[in-house]
């Protein structure tokens, strides 16, 4: 069974980077498609990038275009989202997951991803 653990959370400044991490075991992540997902308090989950086994990406929020970034090292069985110049509204907790056979279409639906991690909070104070 996989499991993803992610990690890079913390309370920035508008303004300010992060880049989160998403850690996997129980497998490897080479043969997935793997997604960043995020959860405002009251809102529900939106995806926000998205990156194939052969690395296309899908971005599914414009609000971080140019300022988020999604990357893989399978070497390290890890997913990266590098993000840069924080704003109040990125506030959330940031979810990564898991999918094998979906296309680049539905990279950013979450009905298509059986594994996920716990989240990580990303608070960003003006």
């Known amino acids: 069974q996989l499991r993803l653990v992610e990690s890079g959370g913390g309370l920035v400044q508008a303004g300010g980077s992060l880049r989160l991490s998403c850690a996997a075991s129980?497998?490897?992540?080479?043969?997935?498609?793997l997604g960043w997902f995020r959860q405002a308090p009251g809102k529900e989950r939106e995806g926000v990038l998205g990156?194939?086994?052969?690395?296309?990406?899908?971005n599914c929020t414009d609000s971080v275009k140019g300022r988020f970034t999604i990357s893989r090292d399978n070497s390290k069985n890890t997913v990266y989202l590098q993000i840069s110049n924080l704003k109040p509204e990125d506030s959330a907790v940031y979810y990564c997951?898991?999918?094998?056979?979906?296309?680049?279409?539905?990279?950013?639906?979450?009905?298509?991803?059986?594994?996920w991690g716990q989240g990580t909070r990303v608070t960003v104070s003006s």
């Open positions: 997951a898991a999918a094998s056979l979906i296309t680049v279409p539905t990279m950013c639906l979450k009905e298509w991803y059986p594994y």
């Open positions: 990156i194939s086994a052969r690395d296309e990406t899908a």
């Open positions: 129980g497998g490897t992540l080479d043969p997935y498609t």
